[in-house]
Nanobody, 115 residues
Framework: QVQLVESGGGLVQPGGSLRLSCAAS????????LAWYHQAPGKQRKWVAS???????YYEDHAKGRFTISRDNAENTMYLQMNSLRPEDTGDYYC?????????WGPGTQVTVSS
């Protein structure tokens, strides 16, 4: 089964950009549906965006027009390009891989949007 590790988080000013990466190992990356989730401090984890095995992207409303999800099956990596960041984007970001009833998560990467 695939294992996931996120990277790319950090501190950024409002209006800035970050690119998160989710590196996979231990399985055939290309057969998994992939997604990013956001967990704000003290809040539940929420879906942000998904990318299908065919590369088709899907976005939660607040991510549309600001975030871009993509995958590189040759590099076993998924990305989330985040632009025009807002303080409410602060929190932990997790990647998820799913196939049939199987789902796995990475440990998360922290994003702080603050001046």
């Amino acid at each position: 089964q695939v294992q996931l590790v996120e990277s790319g988080g950090g501190l950024v000013q409002p209006g800035g950009s970050l690119r998160l990466s989710c590196a996979a190992s231990g399985g055939d990356f290309s057969i998994y549906g992939l997604a990013w989730y956001h967990q704000a401090p003290g809040k539940q984890r929420k879906w942000v965006a998904s990318v299908g095995t065919d590369g088709s992207p899907y976005y939660e409303d607040h991510a549309k027009g600001r975030f871009t999800i993509s995958r590189d099956n040759a590099e076993n990596t998924m990305y989330l390009q985040m632009n025009s960041l807002r303080p409410e984007d602060t929190g932990d970001y997790y990647c998820q891989a799913t196939r049939d009833k199987y789902a796995t998560w990475g440990p998360g990467t922290q994003v702080t949007v603050s001046s």
